[in-house]
Structure formats: C-alpha cells, structure tokens
C-alpha cells in the first residue's frame, strides 16, 4: 500500500511542479513580451503551489526527508529513542488532527459557494489540500509507527 500511494504522490507533485514551470514561463511571456499578463496563470499557480506544499510536505514527511531537529535526541540513549520518537509522533498526530483536518474541514465548510476571481474555480477544492494533506499525513505517521515497534527489540532478561 505504501508503495502505491508514494508513486501516486510522486507523480501528482512531480506533474504539479511540471504545469507550474510551464505555466511560470507562459507568465512571463505575457507579461513581458505581449505587455498583457495572463491574471488566469496568476491565480493557478498560487492555488498550485499550496497543493504542491501541503502534498508534497505530506510526501518529505512519509519519506523522513522532513526538517528535524536531531541533536537533542542524538544525546538520549539509545534504550529510550523510542519514547522520544513516538513522542513526536504524538505532536505530529496533534497538529494532524487539530490543525489539517479539523481546521481542514471547517475551513472547507466555510468555503462552500465562494468562486475565484480569475479561473473560476470553487474555493473549497484549495481548502481540500488541507485535508487531503491531513489524511495522507496520518497514514505516514501509522507507518512510521509500525515501524518504531517493529524495530524495538523485546528486552529479556
């Protein structure tokens, strides 16, 4: 499963990225040699570029490329680096839950009948990345978890 939904995610940001360089130059060219920016390109590219965030920073974190800060766990020992991991997780899961899906969703509802200016696109479908983020965040994060378990060596003695 996690294979497929990496290659899905990768695809859909490396595509993303790939319509935002496109659409980028058409920009300038507009702007600069016809001397008539397109507003259309304008607006697509700021609702693409908050997609490729929210999905693409879902994909860094599922593949552990995330920022982090690791010198303060590098000093605990090793015996009890699974506490500190499953305690960020812990965090991670809170600011998931609160933030992208709760807010997500509220955010969405708030949205429901509002158009863009420019492309004419409903404006809950840029509050969709929330959620869509949300979920695909939670399910690296249960990942990451079986795999802090599965790594942890039973102790007996």
């Known amino acids: 499963m996690r294979k497929i939904?990496?290659?899905?995610?990768?695809?859909?940001?490396?595509s993303l990225m790939t319509v935002m360089v496109i659409t980028a130059?058409?920009?300038?060219?507009?702007?600069?040699?016809?001397?008539a920016p397109s507003t259309v390109s304008e607006e697509f590219l700021r609702y693409s570029l908050i997609w490729l965030t929210?999905?693409?920073?879902?994909?860094?974190?599922?593949?552990k490329k995330h920022l982090a800060v690791v010198f303060v766990?590098?000093?605990?020992?090793?015996?009890?680096?699974i506490f500190v991991r499953l305690l960020v997780e812990a965090v991670v899961m809170v600011f998931i839950v609160?933030?992208?899906?709760?807010?997500g969703i509220k955010a969405y509802q708030n949205a429901v009948g509002q158009i863009s200016s420019a492309i004419g696109m409903p404006i809950e479908y840029l509050y969709l990345s929330l959620i869509?983020?949300?979920?695909?965040?939670?399910?690296?994060l249960v990942l990451h978890v079986k795999e802090y378990f599965a790594k942890a060596k039973p102790t007996s003695q």
């Open 5 to 14: 939904v990496d290659t899905v995610t990768a695809v859909l940001t490396c």
């Open 25 to 35: 130059c058409w920009q300038v060219f507009t702007r600069f040699v016809l001397s």
């Open 98 to 103: 609160v933030i992208l899906l709760f807010g």
């Open 54 to 63: 929210m999905v693409g920073s879902a994909y860094a974190y599922g593949k």
């Open 132 to 140: 869509v983020s949300g979920v695909l965040f939670l399910f690296y």
């Open 73 to 81: 766990a590098r000093k605990i020992p090793e015996k009890y680096q």
